[in-house]
T-cell receptor, first 116, second 116 residues
Framework: GAVVSQHPSRVICKSGTSVKIECRSL??????MFWYRQFPKQSLMLMAT?????????EQGVEKDKFLINHASLTLSTLTVTSAHPEDSSFYIC????????????FGSGTRLTVV | AQSVTQLDSQVPVFEEAPVELRCNYS??????LFWYVQYPNQGLQLLLK??????LVKGINGFEAEFNKSQTSFHLRKPSVHISDTAEYFC??????????????FGTGTRLTIIP
């Protein structure tokens, strides 16, 4: 079945530094990938939709200059948290939708970001 | 208005007992409905989905859900739960974003705890 690999699974960084999270579709092509943020004991909130070869579309309230998204190929999207601060600490999850198929959204295993 | 509502934030159930997790959706959204399960510090796994056709949908791990248009519900059921079913369960629906893109919108989640 469709597999999405997300790396790293956990990362601790110092305040003010940048962190890059990768999301890869291993056995299918995905023109669209999604980035979610999840706070403890809460639901997933969509941050942005990433389309291969074009700019990402961000949800209202999400700072596009802080959360940089790049979708350079049909199998890879990256989320870079720039100048991270402790309030950026969260669980980030990516999802990929195949080029073909009936709404088969597949999720990565998530990245736990802790900013100290 | 909330597109999808999960009425119960926590549901404790004795092992081998049946369980129902409730989900109601807004009649203004599409009727593409999903149930996902999330284990601690992991991504989401698709349990089942309703796109069209039979209103009774069978999924993995013995779960099933019934699409009820008149009650705008999509409740998840399992006749006999196991300890390993302890997890967070999310109901989700396809929505169109302000940019016209399709996105998956989640309910607030239901924490299912199985009591030995």
């Amino acid at each position: 079945g469709a597999v999405v690999s997300q790396h790293p699974s956990r990362v601790i960084c110092k305040s003010g530094t940048s962190v890059k999270i990768e999301c890869r579709s291993l056995d299918f092509q995905a023109t669209t990938m999604f980035w979610y943020r999840q706070f403890p004991k809460q639901s997933l909130m969509l941050m942005a939709t990433s389309n291969e070869g074009s700019k990402a579309t961000y949800e209202q309230g999400v700072e596009k200059d802080k959360f940089l998204i790049n979708h350079a190929s049909l199998t890879l999207s990256t989320l870079t948290v720039t100048s991270a601060h402790p309030e950026d600490s969260s669980f980030y999850i990516c999802s990929a939708r195949p080029v073909t198929g009936n709404y088969g959204y597949t999720f990565g295993s998530g990245t736990r970001l802790t900013v100290v | 208005a909330q597109s999808v509502t999960q009425l119960d934030s926590q549901v404790p159930v004795f092992e081998e007992a049946p369980v129902e997790l409730r989900c109601n959706y807004s009649s203004s959204v599409s009727v593409y409905l999903f149930w996902y399960v999330q284990y601690p510090n992991q991504g989401l796994q698709l349990l089942l989905k309703y796109l069209s056709g039979s209103t009774l949908v069978k999924g993995i791990n013995g779960f099933e859900a019934e699409f009820n248009k008149s009650q705008t519900s999509f409740h998840l059921r399992k006749p006999s739960v196991h300890i390993s079913d302890t997890a967070e369960y999310f109901c989700a629906v396809i929505e169109r974003s302000n940019f016209g893109n399709e996105k998956l919108t989640f309910g607030t989640g239901t924490r299912l705890t199985i009591i030995p």
